[in-house]
């Protein structure tokens, strides 16, 4: 006979390590069921977290099974996103339920790449992803995913279907314009483009659609942050001086407008000789670091110089899809698991779970 204290005792215990929280005051266990000598137990995450809830529900099988009675454990994972609150109140846009802006107030930091990793880390952890190309004078997203293509109109040639790569879905000017064609429009121009990519794409029930913006902080970082639901902005940085710089204006905006800035990831952290595996700090040591302990953000992740990452991505498979088994790609998975998880952290509303539904034959 199994005791079912005993088992709701284990699940209190049991703490999910990217909401700092019991799985029960969490709110992850959304059913458990007791039938004879088995236990079955639902988890679902409210963030980007697949893997880690897979290890979650290694753990937890092997300490039900433990209990007196109990012969066998089923524990189940699934991910389901909330809407989070966005700034100033916003409603959310059709087919989006949460944005996230990644900047980096200067170009050159790798930017580009980071957020596209950033995008098939978060649907390699369950999530349901889109990408929002802004860099409407530069856009790379369209080589960066391997699809030098045309987006498809839809609805009479009003609306456009999303570009969909690596089951991520995307949409950018370099879809609509030939590769070798400048964009030479005005501020209000690029301004109003970019709200027709962004409100004229039939976005297909996304969880996170990422935005990756152009460096700097003008027309489009303030009319992105005043007139769009953003759930929050992740900022990235190189750990020089120069860089440290830049990305602090682009924090400050963001946080001037009251956009929670979920972050502060640190790329080109050291660079590994391919050769003898000598580690430099070759733009300084510990500048995102430092960054986040000023502004009292966290510090999401550091991600080396490599080659792999530029090589990958000029090729059109980033390195989450192109190696998704390195350490590479552990670390955007990483950052992705603590980006979506900060959403929930930094005080925007979870969406609520219903109780625990408890099945006993």
Known sequence: MIDE?????????ERDPYLDADLLSARLVRELQVEGDAVGVRLVLPYAGLSAGQALAGRLRTQL????????????????????AAARGRPPLPGIRNLI???SGKGGVGKSTTAVNLALALAAEGARVGILDA????????????????????????RMAP?????????SVGYLIDAETPAIWRGPIVTQVLNQLLRET?????????????PGTGDIHLSLAQQIPLSGAIIVTTPQDIALLDARKGLKMFQQVEVPVLGVVENMSTHVCSHCGHEEPIFGTAGGERLA???DVPLLGSLPLDLR??????????????????ELAARYRAIAREASARLLRGGNEQAAFPAIRMLDD
């Open 65 to 84: 099974e433990a209990l007196p009675g109990v012969t066998r454990a089923h524990v189940d994972v699934a991910v389901e996103i909330p809407t989070h």
């Open 163 to 171: 570009v969909v790569r690596y089951g991520v879905q995307s949409m």
């Open 309 to 326: 990452i530029r090589e990958q991505a000029d090729n059109g498979r980033p390195t989450v899809v192109a190696e998704p088994d390195s």
């Open 101 to 103: 802006a990644v900047a």
């Open 293 to 295: 302990a000023q502004y």
């Open 5 to 13: 204290t005993a088992v709701t005792d284990l699940l209190a215990r």
């Open 135 to 158: 860099d409407i004078y530069g856009p790379s997203q369209p080589r960066m995913l391997g699809a030098m293509v045309k987006a498809e109109a839809h609805g009479g040639g009003k």
């Open 202 to 214: 039939d976005w297909d029930d996304l969880d996170f659609l990422v935005v990756d913006l152009p």
